[in-house]
């Protein structure tokens, strides 16, 4: 892979003893590629990768990518984990990234038109001029932006040192993740569907906003689509966006299972699959759950598999223990995503 954009700095401050081991074990709960030794490692993630090596007294960071968004993203991942591991650290940075400006991943759009679609999905379409990136991007999901009820929107900023600064206190965003359903880069627009829940603030807004309404947009973010032949899929009604399009998106020689937790019966909706994908739904109006599937299901057959699971936190973390540390799928081999928190 060739990389074209580049930064580097240089952090000082007190280092913690662990603090290439503390970040290291960061990358791999979130299941990057990663290379450790006591005093140095590299990340590697899908477009971008990220080098450091520390001494008694700095921390030397080099940061390369394919392309500028890359760039950007993997800078603000890096210094998100840093404030949590070394809080305090000071660096200036230096390299291929803008400043003070929108970041490079950021557009706003606006509301065309919404409407049901399921007895609880409703899909929203926007007008977006930068549904081109967002098609050509690589991943399936993307942030929606919400500014506070009844205050004019104040979107990020790329700080001095070209970090995305989100606003805060009054002017707070509401984030929420969502997948595209469609794009259509020609018209300009995209939609995507919003699963109900009382209470829930995308959910209060898609029920009221009128045509016209400005939202902000950030992604596309991660989530790409599973590679293999021979795929075991599961998820909740959360996760139904996701595995929507997946199927959508696999050849027509793909085979597997797909395992659905929804409501009740109206829930269960018709998807276009590869002949060779069975889908089985499990209603918990009947008292059937996802889990009762995954704790005996075995790993897809063939060499070219994958294991695909994205719902509640409890459920995923208990599938991933299942997966990776029974049946020993690796990082390379699987995808567990929480999308919720009971």
Known sequence: MTYIAHASAIFGGPLPDDLIPHIAAHAREAELQVEESATAMT????????????????????????????????????????????????????????????????????????????????????????????????????????PPEGRAPVWPRLDDNGRTVMPSGADQLHRAVYTFVDLDPG???????????????????????????????????????????????????????AIRRILERSAADRRGRVVLEVGTEEDICDLHHPAGMEVTWRLRSRNETLWDVLATAPLPGGADSYVWIAAEKELVRKAKARFRDTLGVGPKGGYFAYYWEA
């Open 187 to 241: 018209k300009g627009r995209f939609s995507f569907d919003v699963f109900e829940h009382e209470g829930g603030r995308t959910t209060t807004w898609a029920r009221s906003v009128q045509g016209g309404e400005v939202v902000g947009i950030t992604g596309p973010g991660s989530g790409d689509f599973p590679p293999g032949q021979d795929l075991l899929i599961a998820g909740d009604e959360t996760a139904l966006p």
């Open 43 to 146: 990340v590697t993630v899908p477009l971008a990768r990220v080098a450091m090596e520390r001494n008694a007294a700095r921390l030397n960071v080099q940061v390369d990518a394919i392309d500028a968004v890359s760039l950007q993203n993997i800078r603000d991942y890096l210094l998100h984990i840093l404030d949590h591991v070394a809080p305090g650290l000071s660096g200036e940075w230096q390299g291929d990234f803008l400043r003070n400006r929108a970041p490079l991943n950021f557009a706003t759009a606006s509301v065309r038109r919404v409407w049901r679609v399921a007895p609880r999905f409703l899909r929203i379409e926007l007008d977006c001029a930068d549904t081109k990136r967002l098609d050509e991007g690589r991943g399936m999901h993307f942030s929606l932006l919400l």
